[in-house]
């Protein structure tokens, strides 16, 4: 494989990995999204448990029947299994996107030595054309010279 066609295939392979982080990147920014809108969902059915029955009326309020307090009570139990349910589901998802992130950074890491390697050998290129080049311009030079000696 030729040096231009070596450089060829590693830009191709580095634009490659560019698009794989930019997709990871894309990834994890919805898995940001998903994880916000789990965290606000527990907030606020912690909030609802709370702020509902008997508990979270103020002092000296009227007390409930007992029927009505067995019914907010078991409102309440099944508004708090709720947000436990959230709560871990938003650690296994936490948990996701921690292993998305070092995947990410594997990917970006990966792209980043590929892309020094390319700079590698498009320098190494730049200077086998210069250095071929000045061959050139100096061969020129060599026989103009002795054409005009002889």
């Known amino acids: 494989?030729?040096?231009?066609?070596?450089?060829?295939?590693?830009?191709?392979?580095?634009?490659?990995?560019?698009t794989e982080v930019e997709r990871m990147q894309t990834a994890l920014a919805k898995k940001e999204a998903t994880r916000?809108?789990?965290?606000?969902?527990?907030?606020?059915?912690t909030a609802l448990a709370e702020d509902s029955g008997p508990s979270g009326q103020p002092a000296g309020a009227r007390a409930l029947s007992p029927?009505?307090?067995i019914n907010c009570g078991n409102y309440k139990q099944a508004v708090f299994a709720l947000a436990d349910t959230h709560r871990t589901d938003l650690q296994l998802h936490e948990a996701d996107?921690?292993?998305?992130?070092?995947?990410?950074?594997?990917?970006?890491t990966r792209r980043e030595l590929l892309g020094k390697v390319l700079e590698q050998h498009e320098v190494a290129y730049?200077?086998?054309?210069?250095?071929?080049?000045?061959?050139?311009?100096?061969?020129?030079?060599?026989?103009s010279w002795l054409a005009?000696?002889?």
């Open 1 to 18: 494989m030729s040096k231009r066609e070596t450089i060829t295939s590693l830009d191709t392979l580095v634009r490659v990995r560019s």
């Open 97 to 108: 996107m921690a292993v998305a992130q070092k995947h990410l950074a594997q990917a970006w």
């Open 126 to 143: 730049a200077r086998a054309q210069e250095r071929t080049q000045r061959k050139r311009e100096d061969e020129i030079a060599t026989q």
């Open 148 to 150: 005009k000696n002889v």
């Open 36 to 45: 916000a809108r789990y965290q606000a969902s527990v907030e606020r059915l």
């Open 67 to 69: 029927a009505l307090a």
